[in-house]
């Protein structure tokens, strides 16, 4: 079965420490993406990825980082320069070109206390 | 730049009733259009598309959105509310890579659906 798979589901941290968030993918998708939703916010693009070895900040990549080594692969860390960590993260993946929509994982919720 | 309204945060239908979820979006490039689902504590599912051609696109679960450029609208639509629509719609619009930037997504905020008995 294709698809996206996030873990873990849920995932708790202490303030200061960094925290990396797995995606994987198994479409053959080259272009991969990381986004942040907030409740009444929508879902806000943190780091995108069209090709191995290669990607680009999105609208909010402050205090994020992340590689992109493999193709079907793609770890987000929240460093603790990150100053409002606590979200639902979701990761998605797209053939890539424009038409194409995007698939999403089901998601980690990060709560940083 | 691309932006995307959902106007209503909130909607609430009884079971049986018409579904219309409003989205307007801004776009400096003709827009490739999205709708996607999200249960709670879920990802997005794709509902529909708008890329080219016919501007009526049916979706899954008896959704459909028309795409009218003349309104810059994209709303969602469902003939008959079924207790299994109670989620959050999303509407989202692409740059088509216009931007140099790939396939990106700007989405709106959301409508949570509500379905009564």
């Known amino acids: 079965d294709g698809g996206i798979t996030q873990s873990p589901k849920y995932l708790f941290r202490k303030e200061g420490q960094n925290v990396t968030l797995s995606c994987e993918q198994n479409?053959?998708?080259?272009?991969m993406y990381w986004y942040r939703q907030d409740p009444g916010q929508g879902l806000r693009l943190i780091y995108y990825?069209?090709?191995?070895?290669?990607?680009q900040k999105g609208d909010i990549a402050e205090g994020y980082s992340v590689s992109r080594e493999k193709k079907e692969s793609f770890p987000l860390t929240v460093t603790s320069a990150q100053k409002n960590p606590t979200a639902f993260y979701l990761c998605?993946?797209?053939?890539?070109?424009?038409?194409?929509?995007?698939?999403f994982g089901p998601g980690t919720r990060l709560t940083v206390t | 730049a691309q932006s995307v309204t959902q106007l209503g945060s909130h909607v609430s239908v009884s079971e049986g009733a018409l579904v219309l979820l409003r989205c307007n979006y801004s776009?400096?490039?003709?827009?490739?259009l999205f709708w996607y689902v999200q249960y709670p504590n879920q990802g997005l599912q794709l509902l529909l598309k708008?890329?080219?051609?016919?501007?009526l696109v049916k979706g899954i679960n008896g959704f459909e959105a028309e795409f009218k450029k003349s309104e810059t609208s994209f709303h969602l639509t469902k003939p008959s509310a079924h207790m299994s629509d109670a989620a959050e719609y999303f509407c989202?619009?692409?740059?088509?890579?216009?931007?140099?930037?790939?396939?990106?997504?700007?989405f709106g905020t959301g409508t949570q659906l509500k379905v009564e008995l």
């Open positions: 998605a993946s797209s053939i890539g070109l424009a038409k194409y929509e995007q698939y």
């Open positions: 479409l053959n998708h080259d272009a």
């Open positions: 990825s069209q090709i191995v070895n290669d990607f």
């Open positions: 776009s400096s490039v003709p827009p490739y």
């Open positions: 708008y890329t080219t051609g016919a501007t």
């Open positions: 989202a619009v692409s740059d088509r890579g216009v931007t140099g930037g790939g396939n990106k997504l700007t």
